[in-house]
């Protein structure tokens, strides 16, 4: 079989692959990745490159998405275009997906900000009292996988009984589990250990319904050597936290962009990729190695064994979840929506793949139905939504936005497809909020203040910019109510563009890559949609439950806008209910969050499935009013500004 | 490497082996298998074998054990021998473990009779009686693994509950488990097989700490399938019978000798060989060998597929428990008598090396001490002593002889070391029950009329025939109370070998082998030490729970005796206490009827799990009086003949 050379540039990177494989997949295995929504159907456009040497041609049906300039100079679709020369690739900034260093640091910031804000002090045992047992807090401080030391008294004629009913009425002493098992795998040598090294050792206990499962038996003491992880595997990003599970103290976090993004870009997107080209593998496999490699960082970053990681606590939406653990997804599509499981097992890490103690347990964060997943009750979790007596919700905005209202005696919940345009995707523009994000706006008579993340020279803009953008323009009267722009409007930054308006936020001389960053009326009107689709779902769900805006002491907004994000102008452009701007708050990764609680609280997990259990979930696709709600908030704000928006005045 | 080829006779069975290995090796590679009571040390004489071609050396230490005669016709010792030339070896009957054929049979009979006779009808749903829940009868024959069938209503959009959750409501309908697991693997496929199968499906489910374990998921109604297997696991022999777990029905019965026996005649001679020379490995997989073959044999002979064999429930003694599960069975041994383990832990069969369903299980019974073990507590199950409100008491014989006597209130063992003369071993021509031995003995006038198992020509004596030989002897005065010859007893059939008296049971023209049958002042010695600790072990029991004998209700009788024992002449010798005929039953093997309980009821295993627990052990070597009581009672019938055994009169 014929080998050919494929240089990647600017990273120089050198990769030999058969002949007929793609540009794409040669990048992916030089370690390059690049961007896709389509999952590679040469339909989505977003994985140009430019073939500075060699012979590469451009197929046909992607030519369309070129200049003849374009074409001329190289540019050609990763996905359609095979190797059949030696070739050199120029990656053009756009088409890269970058590893998000300044995400990890970003939620590092938003955990900072939630330490000091947020109603429940996450990291210090004591904020377990959401569980209302004050009066033994420190048996509340439970991980999920726990290291008990145990001396153990030795045995004599009139205490004979065996080593195992020995060790179990010892830790009964110190961990509350109705029962205990240990497998055959700790028992075959445990006589020894116990008679070798003084009746001394360390049972790693992990719990599982009620049980307490022993899944392993050191000699000495280690009980300080246990760490945990909590992932957020959320569609775009995965970002895992380390944790020391004796103090609880978060020892660090590291994010990367989910690998199956290759696959393509949305949850829906991917399912289809598994339950049609497939494998199903290939997804988990990809998810799994972002999980090791950001493992691995932290590891190394923090010099401590991945042996002495004895739990993963993983939340992510039903799709992501069952993507981790290798199980089939396609039902989830498909009316009536029904996913493989709703409360996952609690597995072997390496049963998956994951690279942790050979007996490290995974345990993915209960979901509730195909659309409202384990980040959703993670959040539910964090925000101690399930425990106020006050009815407060909490509105997760991602490519599906999933909202829960509720309090202590019920919870409804709800989503609805958003779209990517607070994420990044599906405007000309958009990025992720990473360095160089455009994530705050302000236009004054004509004039652009923005604001960058990491201060550096705009790339894009982010989920936040958009909001303010949005925002900015219709205050400033450049579009109308309905998004359009006003024909009348005399502004050198309204610009035509392939007879289609455009409003310049940066013109090139101010950007990174010396283009213009626009925003043009299909991004606006993409923009609308998802904040109309996010707004109707909340508005539907208050009405189903009966109850009215100001009835909700506590709006919590979470999600991957940024570090920040504008509340006043996130009303202003009817993205959330107009209450009184200080019962809403931003509270950035929540699922990162509820994960943590979970691994460093047993009763925290417990708490969890009990919320995804109590949850009802209401399908918008079969409640009727929500199209007529979706249609009346397809306005800035809405159509029904006087008595949904009140204080919105522009 | 040199390699010899080595013939055994009269099998004709042909093995190559390399120079240096032992005969005894040779001969089990080539599926001939010798006698060995001391584990290859060459220190019992058991694997005599004779060389009839080719050159091997007796070694100098064994030539003890042979004639001038038997070494000039090439006798030596199997395990001193190393194979350093072709060779042609005759294995004499003597040293042959044969594979019982005759013990499985003779079960059937001893079921057939314990069917008709036990207090508990052990085949019919209606025996677990004895677990006082008369009012759901129907629930209570409930397999440790039952296989459901479940036709599930397919989903709609109210009712889109996750497939777990859909599978888990329709199980809690048929078995009333608290809760289920379901492991990662049967869920990767599992929405593909519920869709395209029309949701019907047959769950396995193993019952393990109150939680439903599903085992695996097949399409269709599969329920019909599922067989169990009940192991008895003695030290000497291994017995298995094969169950159909739908209707309770025994299928089939198996026995064959216990391999480990070539590394060790007792249970501390394997200890031994497990921690000393090993390794431990050796042992597992032996009697791993003998369950693996005696379920190949049942279900070859039934027509079922091992696939649909989905559970195996063992009892064994606590050392024979540990070796089955490869665990070190060291500390058994050594005060305080402390095993690994007590209540063992459901494993996956495939996890020890037995080959059934993949996903099937092994269910060890659980032990009360180091020498109580899942055999006796399997014994108390099925004779039911721990419902009864009377005082009842069950004597295992074996070379550990284990006692309970206790009721539903309270319940007490001991155990006694009491030799393997009532199995066949420790004496000149003892032999286990089977085919050819001597098992009624009568003695009139000098003249013995003895009948053997199978109506064969004698080959030895087996327990039941030890009693009756050793109670005749003594009635006919042939033997003083103390046991020694009388001196001035004139016999014909007591003379005189090695200055050592004998007495001729059969004469060589009467035998298999041309040899006598005799017993000799030694053997009598040793049966009268076997019966004397078993007796010694009873009255110590009794008096420490400070009752009288008459106080028994019953006393049920197990052991290997044969398939008989006479109850009288077992008094008469002092071996069992002196109350009424009708009071003493002699049960056959409980141990695999305790197993097959278990196996045929979860409920019934919970009730093993509870009799384990509830036992009092007292340890007779550190029980003062218990040292007297042996000293008595090694006299016919005993030393306080008067006020113990008032109806012995000879």
Not at 87 to 109: D, Y
Not at 321 to 332: A, K, R, T, V, Y
Not at 565 to 570: G, M, P, S, T
Not at 643 to 649: A, D, M, Q, Y
Request: include cysteine.
């Amino acid at each position: 079989m014929n080998k050919y050379k494929v240089t990647f540039l600017p990273d120089q990177k050198e990769i030999e692959v058969a002949r007929g494989v793609t540009l794409f997949e040669a990048a992916e295995k030089a370690g390059v990745y690049l961007n896709s929504l389509c999952g590679g159907e040469g339909v989505c456009g977003k994985c140009r490159v430019q073939v500075t040497q060699g012979n590469a041609k451009a197929d046909k049906h992607s030519i369309a998405f070129f200049s003849r300039d374009e074409i001329r100079k190289g540019y050609v679709l990763a996905c359609q275009t095979r190797v059949i020369d030696n070739l050199e690739v120029v990656i053009p900034p756009e088409s890269r997906l970058e590893e998000e260093q300044i995400l990890a640091e970003s939620h590092l910031e938003e955990q900072r900000i939630w330490r000091e804000t947020s109603p429940i002090a996450y990291s210090e045992p004591d904020w377990i009292c959401l569980h209302k047992r004050p009066e033994d807090p420190a048996s509340l401080f439970e991980p999920l996988v726990s290291k008990v030391y145990l001396g153990l008294p030795e045995p004599t004629m009139d205490d004979n009984t065996p080593d195992t009913s020995r060790i179990v009425r010892e830790l009964k002493k110190k961990l509350k589990y109705p029962s205990f098992e240990i497998p055959l795998a700790c028992l075959r040598d445990l006589s020894m250990k116990l008679r070798r090294h003084g009746w001394k050792i360390t049972a790693t206990v992990a719990r599982h319904n009620d049980i307490g499962r022993i899944l392993q038996i050191e000699v000495g003491n280690t009980a300080d050597r246990n760490y945990g992880v909590a992932v957020d595997v959320g569609t775009t990003t995965v970002v895992a936290q380390l944790v020391h599970l004796k103090t609880g103290q978060v020892m660090g976090v590291e994010g990367s962009h989910n690998l199956q993004a290759h696959y393509g870009e949305d949850v829906l997107s991917r399912i289809a990729f598994a339950c049609g080209k497939g494998p199903l593998d290939v997804l988990q496999q990809a998810v799994v190695q972002n999980i090791n490699t950001l493992i691995q960082t932290l590891a190394q970053k923090k010099g401590i064994d991945v042996e002495d990681i004895t739990s993963i606590v993983a939340a992510g939406n039903t799709t992501m979840s069952h993507l981790l653990l290798g199980l089939m997804p396609c039902s989830i599509r498909d009316d009536p929506y029904v996913p493989t499981v709703g409360l996952y097992p609690q597995v072997l890490a390496k049963e998956v793949g994951i690279d942790i103690n050979s007996q490290g347990v995974l345990q993915v964060m209960p979901s509730v139905a195909s659309y409202v997943g384990g980040d959703t009750v993670a959040g539910v979790l964090a925000c101690g939504l399930a425990d106020k007596i006050e009815t407060t919700c909490l509105i997760d905005v991602g490519t599906n936005g999933e909202i829960v209202i509720g309090n202590n005696e019920w919870m409804l919940s709800c989503s609805a497809s958003a779209g990517p345009a607070f994420e990044g995707g599906d405007t000309k523009c958009g990025m992720r909020a990473t360095r160089g994000a455009i994530q705050k706006v302000e236009i004054n008579n004509g004039r652009v203040i923005y604001e960058t993340i990491g201060k550096a020279k705009p790339r894009g803009i982010c989920g936040a910019g958009m909001v303010d953008l949005l925002y900015e323009l219709v205050r400033n009267r450049v579009i109308d109510i309905d998004g359009r722009f006003r024909p009348s409007v005399q502004d050198k930054r309204v610009i035509e563009e392939n007879s289609d308006l455009e409003y310049v936020v940066a013109f090139p001389e101010e950007t990174e890559e010396g283009h213009s960053l626009v925003t043009a009326q299909s991004d606006i009107d993409s923009i609308i949609r998802s904040k109309g689709a996010i707004f109707a779902a909340i508005k539907s769900l208050i009405d189903y439950a009966g109850l009215t805006f100001s009835q909700l002491e506590k709006i919590y907004v979470a999600g991957g806008f940024g570090n920040y994000l504008n509340i006043d102008k996130a009303i202003g452009i009817g993205l959330l209910p107009d209450i009184p701007r200080e019962r809403i708050e931003f509270v950035g990764n929540s699922s990162l969050m509820g994960a943590r609680m979970a691994l460093i609280s047993s009763h925290a997990f417990e708490k969890a499935i009990s919320i995804s259990q109590q949850i009802t979930n209401v399908e918008l696709s079969h409640f009727a009013p929500f199209a007529d709600e979706y249609m009346a908030a397809l306005y800035l704000p809405h159509i029904d500004r006087e008595s949904l928006f009140p204080s919105v005045n522009y």
